[in-house]
């Protein structure tokens, strides 16, 4: 099934209405995240009643939706109705979402996340976890944009080199009682790179974030990744797979200058799980203990 299905169908999902209430009414005004739940089971019913104008009205006209399987950017309120329509004319199917969190970043900015499955019949139902960013304009939350991850399931075609690292798409969390840190892994549009993104939180604060890209070296003949964090740290890796681990040798130059190593093990338990540790740790010529293996699960 076309993906840019799956894409527009679950993950315009977190729309708000403020119900008509304007700002300076304080008394009346609802609270935005119940809000927001109400208005995702309007537009779960209104998807399953093939009702694309009542959809597409729950973009805001300045809407820009980003197919990442083909590139193709579908912009504005009354192009993405069309979408949805002919989607729709296509094969209908029945959806359903499962929201994780909704957060509001000020008070006109809300994000969402969650899995949507889109069960067309006759077919593997498709999964997705997504972010939904929304905006409040003249009382009414609106769908701004959006980001899509597939959840596990054959790698595209022109994964290539990358195919065997296809279990890393989703979302993943390692936890203790003094911090988490949260992955969420991704296509790159052309499927030729793993576009991964990492937080590590402290007592429900941020510490340290960053971006890692994975992708084919053509001319090493390797795997390689760059890693690029919020303090100004950047690093490489180079990947060789032993059996069912990824071993991981890498260099990075700390945001003040000094130069670090290690080698980093992911060991794959199934698809729902991993292990991870970090040996040979060497920091400005002083090896460092080493970080015990730690279990790494799916949201």
Not at 199 to 226: C, F, H, Y
Request: glycine fraction near 10%; aromatic fraction near 8%; proline fraction near 4%.
């Amino acid at each position: 099934m076309n993906m840019l299905r799956i894409l527009l169908l679950t993950l315009g999902l977190g729309l708000a209405s403020a119900g008509g209430v304007r700002g300076d009414d304080p008394v009346a005004k609802p609270d935005p995240v119940e809000a927001i739940r109400a208005r995702i089971e309007q537009y779960v019913a209104a998807y399953n009643s093939q009702d694309a104008k009542a959809l597409a009205g729950c973009w805001s006209e300045e809407a820009v939706y980003l197919d990442p399987a083909s590139g193709e950017e579908v912009k504005g309120r009354e192009a993405i109705g069309a979408k949805f329509a002919g989607l729709f004319a296509d094969a209908p199917g029945s959806l359903t979402v499962d929201v994780d969190a909704i957060r509001l970043v000020t008070p006109d900015v809300a994000i969402e996340d969650g899995t949507a499955v889109l069960d067309a019949g006759g077919e593997e139902p498709e999964v997705s976890s997504y972010v939904a960013v929304h905006v409040l304009k003249e009382g009414q939350w609106y769908l701004d944009s959006v980001r899509e991850t597939q959840l596990p399931g054959s790698p595209p075609p022109e994964a290539g080199e990358l195919a065997e690292l296809a279990w890393l798409v989703g979302e993943w969390l390692d936890e203790d009682e003094q911090a988490s840190i949260h992955t969420r892994c991704r296509w790159a549009k052309n499927h030729r790179f793993l576009l991964s993104d990492f937080a590590v939180l402290a007592e429900d604060r941020l510490e340290l974030a960053g971006t890692q890209i994975i992708g084919w070296d053509p001319g090493a003949k390797a795997i390689r990744s760059w890693i690029f964090d919020s303090e100004g740290g950047i690093g490489q890796g180079r990947w060789r797979r032993v059996g069912n681990q990824w071993i991981v040798d890498v260099k990075s130059t700390l945001s003040d200058g000094t130069k670090a190593s290690a080698v980093n093990v992911y060991t794959l338990r199934d698809d729902d799980s991993f292990t991870w540790k970090s040996t040979d740790r060497v920091v400005a010529g002083q090896q460092e203990p080493d970080v015990d293996e730690v279990l790494v699960v799916r949201k």
